[in-house]
């Protein structure tokens, strides 16, 4: 009896970590390029031992016109690749802006990076053209000069990807390849939005907000059940 | 407990009211003439690790295997408002100092602390030396200076400011320069009508209008606010929906906790 109270209080608890997931989902419900996570899940491995494993919903986000030459989306597979603090990032908020030495960057400020590296349009501005046009594949021109194309890529093992904040996932170097270009296109002028729907978040918290009350009742059950056999044998 | 969801929650509502201001600011503003619309981009905080219980009170496995924790972030944050720089529409006033630029380019103005600032604002009135400015009172750069004796100006698509004087001479007097930005969005709003330039809206490039990806200059029309009033509505719909959501993860954690204070009859 006393290990259902740990069982009981153990789903109190996942439950709560699992609020915590849809309470940061609802309130990214407008960040540009974001992912949902999706709460916990507990299973059986091979071996019989319970895992953990948490999941990221990779779909797309709706593509909406913003109309800044400088703002990006994919549509498709794919992500942006950039330079973070402690390691390569991978991100779908194409908010990209040109740096004070030149560099295209995120919205934060790191590098964004393209197939030769680091892209620099300093020595590539044309005052005489400075239209800045990107390719479906990912091609930056300036004017007529060809600047690099955007390193567009796909990750092999989700589940090794960790989250950053900015809309970024942080991945080891082996864990990511180039995506081929047919299966996304860059869309100039176009931002992703967040990819969470705001129904199946709500459907989710109030099956866990149920979920937490079954457990709740069934822990009151089991204090009065331990309260009857205590009075068990008592004399009057 | 953990209040994590509840201040998640509370983020998510301070973002949603950011918009809400600044889509109020956006119809506000829907007659200001050569006003650009703004819009708040908002993106998650940092991510946690944190622990999943074991499956039973002894048991250890679960501390000792990395795969049983779980990441969970902390909430959203706004990065940036950013101007957008869509047309707006032409209207005619049949003013001659009137001009509006159909196309890229800003109009250069000289404050009176000598900065160079940019606006679409092109209601350019004459000040009390003769030269052009704008609404506000500052000067139009590079400066034109009329004579005295005008009857008409005209200023061709190009820029060129010629006059015609009292006598029937005519003569060119200088050209409006415009002046162009590689990131337009990156521009620092000024208030009035003006925008300074930042390093992420990158150094300005002259030209001549109606060249090299410039608009083109009309006489006697002004550009108006290129606030669409049914977006903003649309905007202001789903802002508040996504305030309500934020303030439901509230009521439910709420339940949650007042539960957990009920456990113990």
């Known amino acids: 009896m006393v290990n259902g109270i740990y069982n009981v209080a153990r789903s109190l608890n996942s439950k709560i970590k699992s609020i915590d997931v849809i ?95 680091e892209i620099n349009f300093g020595t590539f501005i044309d005052a005489d053209n400075p239209t800045i046009t990107i390719a479906k594949n990912g091609e930056i021109k300036i004017g007529e000069a060809d600047v690099d194309a955007l390193a567009i890529v796909k ?52 099956q866990t907000n149920k979920d937490y009350e079954s457990a709740y009742k069934m822990m009151r059950y089991l204090d009065q059940a331990m309260d009857k056999s205590n009075q068990i044998g008592k004399v009057y | ?41 908002f993106q998650d905080l940092m991510y946690q690790e944190v622990q999943v219980n074991p499956t039973q009170a002894s048991d250890a496995y679960a501390a000792a295997t990395p795969s049983a924790k779980i990441q969970v972030g902390n909430g959203v944050q706004s990065s940036s408002t950013q101007k957008i720089f869509k047309q707006g529409d032409i209207v005619a006033t049949n003013n001659q100092m009137d001009i509006a630029i159909q196309g890229d380019g800003l109009f250069q103005v000289r404050k009176s602390d000598g900065t160079i600032v940019y606006t679409r604002d092109g209601s350019f009135k004459i000040n009390s030396e003769g030269k052009m400015v704008t609404s506000g009172g500052y000067l139009l750069d590079p400066e034109i200076t009329l004579p005295n004796n005008v009857q008409s ?35 620092l709003a000024l208030g009035n009508n003006l925008y300074g330039e930042t390093a992420s809206s990158g150094a300005p490039m002259l030209g001549t209008a109606g060249s090299k990806g410039f608009g083109e200059i009309n006489q006697g029309f002004l550009e108006s606010s290129n606030v669409d009033i049914v977006e903003e509505m649309v905007a202001m719909i789903t802002a508040q929906r996504a305030y309500e959501i934020n303030s439901k993860t509230v009521k439910t954690v709420e339940d949650m906790m007042t539960m957990a204070n009920n456990l113990k009859t």
Request: hydrophobic share 35%.
């Open chain 1, 23 to 117: 309470a940061n989902n609802l309130a990214n419900i407008n960040s540009t390029g974001f992912k949902k996570q999706i709460p916990f899940q507990e299973y059986l491995n091979q071996k019989d031992e319970i895992e953990v494993r948490q999941s990221a919903d990779h779909g797309q986000g709706e593509v909406i016109l913003s109309a800044n030459p400088l703002d990006m989306a994919i549509s498709g597979d794919g992500y942006f690749l950039v330079k973070g603090e402690s390691g390569t990032e991978l991100t779908r908020n194409g908010k990209f802006h040109v740096s004070e030495e030149g560099f295209l960057v995120t919205n934060t400020g790191k590098k964004v990076l393209g197939r030769n590296g």
């Open chain 1, 155 to 206: 990750i092999e093992n989700v589940q090794a990807a960790v989250r950053t904040s900015d809309s970024n996932f942080a991945v080891a170097d082996d864990n990511y390849s180039y995506a081929s270009p047919e299966n996304f296109e860059i869309q100039q002028g176009y931002l992703e939005e967040s990819n969470v729907n705001p129904i199946l978040e709500m459907e989710t918290m109030i």
């Open chain 2, 153 to 187: 100006i005209s200023i061709s698509r190009d820029g060129s400011v010629d006059v015609l004087e009292n006598d029937g001479r005519t003569s060119t007097l200088g050209t409006v320069e415009l002046a162009k930005f590689m990131n337009p969005s990156g521009l």
């Open chain 2, 1 to 41: 407990m953990s209040t994590r969801a509840l201040r998640t929650a509370a983020s998510g509502l301070y973002a949603q009211q950011l918009n809400v201001e600044v889509i109020s600011n956006n119809i506000a503003n829907v007659n200001t003439t050569g006003f650009k619309k703004n819009k708040a981009e």
